[in-house]
T-cell receptor, first 115, second 108 residues
Framework: EPEVTQTPSHQVTQMGQEVILRCVPI?????FYWYRQILGQKVEFLVS????????KSEIFDDQFSVERPDGSNFTLKIRSTKLEDSAMYFC?????????????FGPGTRLTVT | DAKTTQPPSMDCAEGRAANLPCNHS???????VYWYRQIHSQGPQYIIH???NNETNEMASLIITEDRKSSTLILPHATLRDTAVYYC?????????FGAGTRLTVKP
């Protein structure tokens, strides 16, 4: 069964450093998403991406964040200058379509720890 | 702007059916009801979704009331591995809006 994969599983970085989180969506999916979950809190939407463009983004997704699909398989989330409050689990998801009748499949997540 | 209400926690005996309720009294006619679950800090796992009709797949059944103001997720034979937080989501936009969910504990 196809799965969304994410690397690394755990990333430790120092405050102010740049990090890139990587995701490989399900191969025939066209819509991609990033979510995050701060420890003990809800899963929060960050951004959706389609056709090499951001479709929607939340207020969390500020200028420190960027997304890219550098090739036909990878989807990345970059945080330019990490802050302590960026420590969280980051989940990538993908779906066949953006319509509300299409389910999203989530990856296992990357645990980002900013020290 | 919570669209759903779920009990914070429930227990279920292993081997019995787990029935997880969700209220969504302000749901609109074209909004789907989705269920996901999250085991520990793993990625949310898709379970099932529906619009009006009851749905069943290999994991669960989804029963939606005729007025669509509430639904129930049924795990027919709960196992210890079904212990997780279960999220009922009324999907308005392209993103999934997760609430606090119901923490289901399956006990031996």
């Amino acid at each position: 069964e196809p799965e969304v994969t994410q690397t690394p599983s755990h990333q430790v970085t120092q405050m102010g450093q740049e990090v890139i989180l990587r995701c490989v969506p399900i191969s025939n999916h066209l819509y991609f998403y990033w979510y995050r979950q701060i420890l003990g809190q809800k899963v929060e939407f960050l951004v959706s991406f389609y056709n090499n463009e951001i479709s929607e983004k939340s207020e969390i997704f500020d200028d420190q964040f960027s997304v890219e699909r550098p090739d036909g398989s990878n989807f990345t989330l970059k945080i330019r200058s990490t802050k302590l409050e960026d420590s969280a689990m980051y989940f990538c998801a993908s779906s066949k379509s953006t319509g509300t009748g299409y389910e999203q499949y989530f990856g296992p997540g990357t645990r980002l720890t900013v020290t | 702007d919570a669209k759903t209400t779920q009990p914070p926690s429930m227990d279920c005996a292993e081997g019995r059916a787990a029935n997880l309720p969700c209220n969504h009294s302000t749901i609109s006619g074209n909004e789907y009801v989705y269920w996901y679950r999250q085991i520990h800090s793993q990625g949310p796992q898709y379970i099932i979704h529906g619009l009006k009709n009851n749905e069943t797949n290999e994991m669960a059944s989804l029963i939606i009331t005729e007025d669509r103001k509430s639904s129930t997720l049924i795990l027919p034979h709960a196992t210890l591995r079904d212990t997780a937080v279960y999220y009922c989501i009324v999907r308005v936009d392209s993103d999934m809006r997760f609430g606090a969910g119901t923490r289901l504990t399956v006990k031996p």
